[in-house]
């Protein structure tokens, strides 16, 4: 046994070292067969109403019909923009159905990055809430988009979401509204698990969003490596609380999970509010609940939480982030549930490593890596390092992407000898559990998200008053990473506009999780020899301001 395999002695029991993943399965696959084998079971719990796995069937067959006559083919692209809701899930195996590719966009995205992805992935097709259309509308005549079509929800609040109106249609038609007259009969298209399911888009290791090309075989793959961790599931029983956003491939990745096991899909469309999902997980029995350690906390700090009823909880995988060992006993004794933090990555599908449920876990530590997945510590020549020596974390397995879209070079830097280079510094300890000590560079991990600087700087240049800019990671006064701006103003700017209109104009042209809650102005922005935002020298400054 090498020294980078030790994880094994402390294998968890109940889970195989490998496991067998079909040789050609793709995730439409994953829908029709719950539905032979549940069709009656709730697919999703929205708002006190359910759909069951035959009707989102139904749906997803509607959906697949209609864009195949609006003309779209396999190997297009169809681009959604939801909150957490049936219809995302539904367009999403409608998209698939029929051999075309999905990519999400966040729900916190503005104007200036939705057009960025829109145009980057090619998208033909927008769905969206209507509640976009003000982001939308004004930039979507600047994309390649064909057709756009926005939902509302109310079909959703209903016991058939294509039920007869009864009535006409007065303005301009929802996507329901089309899929009402449209049959479900999708075409016969002959799909691969080499075939591209997601353009999955992130940073990446570094810079810009870059859509990772992800195919329906290795998103299945990691739901089998996944699946095998969470042993004692029961197929067709579970509840799983679908909190974080389904556009985020955390989330996406367990929605998958719950459509090939039948499970219930319990949505929340404000997990910021704790008395919803706590609602919810009363409500629906939520037995599954994947998170990250903000929203954990969040239900450990709700006043009187200890009066309500959450055992019904089994699991939870908190990943996006570290999970601090008082979040996780916190947690645990208020709801009897095994907590266990894990690591992932788009680039991966995203599961990597976890902890295990049973058996030896380490508080601290991201575990050990998934069935068929390989994890190693190296030097910046890929040479393993010993136990106990802070290298970078790399990975391999099926569940890896084929290469970022439309980015040859960067993909060639990030996948070298069959081996995915995460960008993460880490370590291995001596009972093969590894540990992450610092992320890529600068990034930033603001409340689960990764935030890249050149990003935000990016879109602050679009502020006519800012001449430079370097932003990078802080830690605020309650002690988490938050996002800080240093602003160099143009001559003719400065005296007029201030660190709080740059922090309001941040917040109503980027999305939630980007824009700076902190604006500092100097007057000139450090920079390296080759003229780049010199980042630790800022990183110098914030430390020297707490000496």
């Known amino acids: 046994m090498s020294d980078q395999k030790i994880y094994y002695k402390h294998w968890p029991a109940n889970v195989p070292k490998e496991v067998e993943i079909p040789e050609d399965i793709t995730l439409v696959d994953f829908l029709e067969n719950s539905v032979k084998k549940y069709p009656d079971n709730i697919v999703t719990y929205f708002m006190g109403f359910e759909l069951t796995y035959t009707q989102m069937l139904d749906i997803v067959y509607r959906t697949a019909t209609k864009l195949t006559e609006l003309g779209i083919k396999k190997g297009d692209v169809v681009a959604l923009q939801y909150t957490n809701n049936p219809a995302f899930i539904a367009y999403y195996f409608g998209i698939l159905k029929i051999g075309a590719i999905v990519t999400s966009l966040s729900p916190l995205f503005k104007s200036l990055e939705v057009k960025r992805q829109l145009n980057d992935s090619e998208a033909k097709i927008y769905l969206g809430w209507e509640g976009f259309s003000g982001i939308v509308n004004p930039i979507i005549n600047e994309t390649g988009v064909q057709h756009k079509f926005y939902t509302n929800l109310a079909p959703y609040l209903s016991p058939d979401p294509m039920a007869p109106l009864g009535y006409e249609i007065s303005g301009e038609p929802t996507f329901e509204d089309l899929l009402r007259e449209t049959k479900p009969n999708p075409p016969d298209v002959k799909i691969s698990s080499e075939d591209i399911a997601m353009l999955q888009y992130t940073g990446g290791t570094t ?21 095998a961790w969470f042993s004692e599931k029961e197929p067709g029983k579970e509840v799983l609380l679908a909190a974080l956003p389904f556009y985020h491939i955390y989330m996406c990745f367990m929605m998958n999970i719950a459509i090939h096991n039948g499970f219930k899909l319990a949505c929340v469309f404000n997990p910021r509010e704790p008395q919803e999902v706590i609602e919810i997980i009363e409500a629906t029995k939520v037995t599954l609940f994947p998170g990250v350690a903000a929203i954990y906390n969040n239900l450990n700090n709700y006043k009187g939480i200890e009066k309500y009823d959450l055992s019904s909880i089994k699991y939870c995988l908190s990943s996006a982030g570290a999970l601090p060992e008082e979040i996780l ?69 099926p569940q890896m992407m084929k290469g970022y879209w439309k980015r040859e070079e960067e993909t060639k830097n990030t996948i070298k000898d069959g081996w995915l280079w995460t960008g993460d510094l880490g370590l291995m300890d001596e009972d093969g559990y590894f540990q992450l000590k610092a992320r890529a560079k600068n990034l930033i991990k603001y409340k689960g998200h990764s935030v890249y600087p050149p990003e935000v ?36 700017f400065k005296g007029k506009v201030t660190e709080q209109d740059i922090i309001d104009w941040s917040k109503k042209n980027m999305g939630y999780e980007k824009y700076p809650r902190f604006v500092e102005l100097i007057n000139e922005i450090p920079k390296t020899a080759v003229g780049k935002v010199y980042h630790l020298e800022l990183k110098q400054k914030e430390k020297q301001k707490k000496q």
Do not use: W
């Not at 575990?367 to 790399?394: A, R």
């Open 207 to 227: 810079g810009f969003p870059k859509g990772a090309i992800l195919t329906h075989g290795s998103v299945s793959a990691n739901v089998f490596q996944a699946e």
């Open 457 to 492: 700087e990016n879109l602050l240049y679009n502020y006519e008053a800012i001449e430079e800019c370097g932003v990078i990671g802080i830690i605020d006064a309650e002690g988490n990473e938050n996002i800080k701006a240093y602003i160099a103003l143009k001559p003719e």
């Open 329 to 397: 006993k916190r947690f645990e004794s208020l709801t009897g549930s095994k907590l266990r933090e894990a690591y992932g990555l788009t680039e991966m599908s995203p599961a990597v490593t976890a902890n295990p449920f049973d058996g030896k876990f380490k508080i601290g530590t991201i575990g050990m890596p998934f069935p068929n997945t390989e994890v190693k510590i190296v030097n910046s020549d890929g040479k393993t390092l010993p136990i106990g020596e802070v290298g970078e974390l790399i990975c391999k397995g």
